[in-house]
T-cell receptor, first 109, second 116 residues
């Protein structure tokens, strides 16, 4: 079956760095997306990885290891506005996004 | 990025009535639109996939006669919740993609439906 595993909740301090891990099992693989979702709002796109390695985009970086079925999202210089849920969504062989419950990130001053 | 507009953002309706939610792609042609629902603290659940001009493909367990989806043009898809019940209260989100294969999904703002 298809499965996504992320921590349910994480807490970090403003200005610090946090890494959100994601392991996945899918039927086929066409890359992996990370989305940010604030409470009561729709998800917004953060990153897309299809090859192994690290993709850096400003304060956010995303890493992928296809052989391990593993990805992480790294957030640097955390700001209060980064408090949100972070959704790891691999795309399967049918080009469908598979959604987990996401990781709720709480930023404390 | 591309803009997807979803309307209304919030709706309260009486049990037994129908509610229509619109999803529009404002600056691109959406060949495929997806409808999700999301309960509090849970993941997005795909309800159906619709391609312009053809019938929607519903996920297992989703009643197609209750959740009517129309994708009549490349910029508009609608979801109608018929004979709504309190258990249909949820956050409904549409997303649209511009082509086949790997494309970024652009999300609408979501619709908070409350059935009383």
């Amino acid at each position: 079956g298809q499965n996504i595993d992320q921590p349910t909740e994480m807490t970090a301090t403003e200005g610090a760095i946090v890494q959100i891990n994601c392991t996945y099992q899918t039927s086929g693989f066409n890359g992996l997306f990370w989305y940010q979702q604030h409470a009561g709002e729709a998800p917004t796109f953060l990153s897309y990885n299809v090859l192994d390695g690290l993709e850096e985009k400003g304060r956010f970086s995303s890493f992928l290891s296809r052989s391990k079925g593993y990805s992480y999202l790294l957030l640097k210089e955390l700001q209060m506005k980064d408090s949100a849920s972070y959704l790891c969504a691999p795309m399967d062989s049918n080009y469908q996004l598979i959604w987990g419950a996401g990781t709720k990130l709480i930023i404390k001053p | 990025g591309a803009v997807v507009s979803q309307h209304p953002s919030r709706v309260i309706c009486k049990s037994g009535t129908s509610v229509k939610i619109e999803c529009r792609s404002l600056d691109f042609q959406a060949t495929t639109m997806f409808w999700y629902r999301q309960f509090p603290k849970q993941s997005l659940m795909l309800m159906a996939t619709s391609n312009e001009g053809s019938k929607a493909t519903y996920e297992q367990g989703v009643e197609k006669d209750k959740f009517l989806i129309n994708h009549a043009s490349l910029t508009l898809s609608t979801l109608t919740v018929t004979s709504a019940h309190p258990e249909d209260s949820s956050f409904y989100i549409c997303s649209a993609s511009a082509g086949e294969g790997v494309t970024e999904a652009f999300f609408g703002q979501g619709t908070r439906l409350t059935v009383v």
